[in-house]
């Protein structure tokens, strides 16, 4: 028995910090990367919108609301980017789901029915999501979508 715990404690301390696995995560200069291209693509659009971006487990990491931008879109913005975020999916598949009569998916923890929250997502790994709240759904969803494009240079 005391043979087989030391073997095991051995092991245990063989491993180093180097052998543990690494995770992407969203930093400052991809936030700020994100921001700016979405704010320049609200700009273009001649709207006002809340910005948001959460991380992997939708904690807040960033919210801005356009000057204009009514005070609800604080609250909507960060649902659309928690949804995207823990569901890997746009929050325009929530709609979806909605729409196509699955009205129980409204009980699911962090579901929010309504475009403009997308996943943000590198070699297949859910890093935040990102979304946009003040204007037409397909509008704060092209937003979000600026954002992506500008943190992997589409």
């Known amino acids: 028995m005391f043979n087989l715990l030391f073997v095991l404690l051995s092991l245990a301390g063989a491993m180093r910090t ?53 005070i609800n879109t604080i609250e909507f913005a960060q649902k659309k980017a928690r949804h995207a975020a823990l569901y890997k999916s746009p929050s325009k598949d929530g709609a979806d789901t909605v729409k196509k009569g699955s009205v129980e998916a409204l009980a699911f923890p962090n579901f929010f029915p309504n475009q403009g929250g997308l996943p943000i997502i590198a070699d297949g790994r859910i890093l935040g999501g990102i979304a946009a709240s003040g204007a037409k759904s397909e509008i704060d969803e092209a937003i979000a979508q600026a954002g992506i494009d500008a943190l992997f240079k589409k």
């Open 18 to 70: 180097n052998d543990l696995p690494t995770k992407k995560y969203l930093d400052l200069a991809a936030i700020k990367t994100m921001v700016a291209a979405a704010e320049a693509e609200a700009k273009k659009r001649n709207v006002d919108v809340t910005i948001c971006i959460v991380d992997d487990s939708g904690n807040l990491l960033f919210l801005q609301k356009g000057d204009a931008a009514s």
